[in-house]
Structures are given as structure tokens and as C-alpha cells.
Nanobody
Framework: QVQLVESGGGLVQAGGSLRLSCIAS????????MAWFRQAPGKERASVAA????????YYADSVRGRFTIFRDNAKNTLYLQMNSLKPEDTAVYYC???????????????????WGQGTQVTVSS
């Protein structure tokens, strides 16, 4: 079993930055593939970014590529999402997700990740 706890959400003005964190426990963190998803009100959960277990491969949704960076610190059992140049359309609940597969086949697909955090709210004002 993997437990995930997100933090770092909040209210920020358009153009601003936030860094989300996700601390994992229950399994050796360096063996987990990790991802960030988000869900805006009235919309389906959508992929944001993903990273393999050792941090050598990353995936980004087109909507965030160039603005967001996913990275991990395996020594601290922590996944991060650095979000820059935030836009109002980035407003959503952001979820951390994990898979025990070191490199998932479809990193943008929610079904690849059986473990999820509780989410952290990000609100970007215009």
C-alpha cells in the first residue's frame, strides 16, 4: 500500500508561481512511477505531468508544457510540481498519483496509477 499526501496549494494571481509537494510512504519511493493530475469543477480528471521512478523520463500535457516542471527527490520520498506562469484555467484540485511499476506504459492515463492522494486546491485569480 502507498500513502500520498499533497501540499502547497493555495490562491495565486495569474502569472504567479506555486510549488506542490507530495510525500509518499508505504513503499520504496525510488521504485514508484509518479504523476500529477488535476480536476476542475465540472470537468473530468486530467493528466498534468508524470515521471518515472528514477526521474529520467517525464511527460507533460500540452496545456502545461513549458510552464510546469515535475521532479522528484527520492532521498526525501517527495514528488514536486513547480508551476510557473499560472493561468486562471489552471484552477483545479491537483492530485498526486503513484504506480508500483517503475515506468508505466501510458503515463497520462489515470488507470495506470492505483494510488492517489487527497488533493490540494490551486486557485489562480485573473
Amino acid at each position: 500500500q502507498v500513502q500520498l499526501v499533497e501540499s502547497g496549494g493555495g490562491l495565486v494571481q495569474a502569472g504567479g508561481s506555486l510549488r506542490l509537494s507530495c510525500i509518499a510512504s508505504g513503499r520504496t519511493f525510488s521504485t514508484l512511477s509518479m504523476a500529477w493530475f488535476r480536476q476542475a469543477p465540472g470537468k473530468e480528471r486530467a493528466s498534468v505531468a508524470a515521471i518515472n521512478s528514477i526521474g529520467t523520463n517525464t511527460y507533460y500535457a500540452d496545456s502545461v508544457r513549458g510552464r510546469f516542471t515535475i521532479f522528484r527527490d527520492n532521498a526525501k520520498n517527495t514528488l514536486y510540481l513547480q508551476m510557473n506562469s499560472l493561468k486562471p484555467e489552471d484552477t483545479a484540485v491537483y492530485y498526486c498519483a503513484a504506480s508500483i511499476v517503475s515506468g508505466v506504459y501510458n503515463p497520462s492515463r489515470a488507470y495506470e496509477y492505483p494510488y492517489w492522494g487527497q488533493g490540494t486546491q490551486v486557485t489562480v485569480s485573473s
